[in-house]
């Protein structure tokens, strides 16, 4: 079976070399842009699986390649660039893309983010009824009796918990950003519901915590927001919609 193609949108040649060179050597086609016109263009006549993106661009900023790419298409945007600060980072979140990764950057964690980018988009394209469990390592999601388990045992969680949880599942590995989530949980992402999310999700983890706690499922991006972690050697499935 053929491997995804991904669209790298990088203007500097050294990086954009090294990027297309790894996906080549682990069979993945792509496509590449310079620039954020021919982005858009490559993105809109090509179809990619997965975007590459870098901010700095010579005619736009990448952010309003997001925006643009966003009006048409959910395709999974993977951010690359030099740009650290925590303003950055919300910024392209919040705009629509699905992860952030600074530069420099390890060709592993780059290959690891597309991975887990093409089992949501897997899920996203999956033919029929929507799989109405969520499994990740020991734990169970099901969302039609909205029921938790965790190895086994049911946990009893409060409904902002389960609304926390549940949005962290249908959106495995990527990162969910504060006002999105605060404004998805209790519709607004008012400043005075931030202290309320830390104090739920703090309650959320300590209930999460296995015995041994070798299985983490919630990552903290500082700063930033959220994000549900796979647990490696597991299948995982998700109600759409």
């Known amino acids: 079976m053929s491997k995804a193609t991904i669209l790298v949108v990088e203007d500097d040649p050294s990086v954009r070399n090294l990027i297309t060179t790894t996906l080549k050597m682990y069979g993945y086609g792509f496509l590449t842009a310079g620039n954020g016109q021919s982005a858009i ?26 925006r643009r790419v966003r009006e048409w298409s959910e395709l999974p945007i993977i951010v690359i660039s030099a740009r650290s600060e925590e303003t950055d980072k919300i910024e392209a979140l919040d705009a629509g893309a699905d992860d952030y990764l600074t530069k420099p950057f390890s060709v592993e964690e780059l290959l690891a983010r597309l991975r887990v980018s093409l089992r949501r988009l ?12 969520f499994i990740n390592g020991g734990l169970v999601i099901d969302f039609p009796a909205e029921t938790v388990t965790l190895d086994g045992r049911e946990l ?32 607004e992402s008012a400043e005075s519901e931030m202290a309320s999310l830390r104090v739920f999700m703090a309650t959320l983890r300590k209930k999460l915590e296995d015995k041994e706690g070798s299985q983490k499922f919630i990552q903290t991006h500082i700063g930033i927001g959220y994000r549900m972690l796979k647990v490696e050697g597991t299948g995982a499935g998700r109600e759409d919609g």
Do not use: R
């Open 41 to 66: 263009m490559q993105a809109a006549s090509h179809n990619p699986d997965v975007i590459f993106l870098d901010l700095g661009l010579p005619d736009m900023d990448g952010v309003d390649v997001i």
């Open 122 to 133: 897997a899920l996203l394209k999956k033919a029929g009824e929507p799989c109405p469990t």
């Open 156 to 187: 009893h969680l409060t409904p902002i918990e389960y609304k926390l949880i549940s949005l962290l599942a249908k959106n495995e590995g990527k990162v969910l950003t504060y006002p999105y989530i605060t404004k998805a949980i209790w519709g």
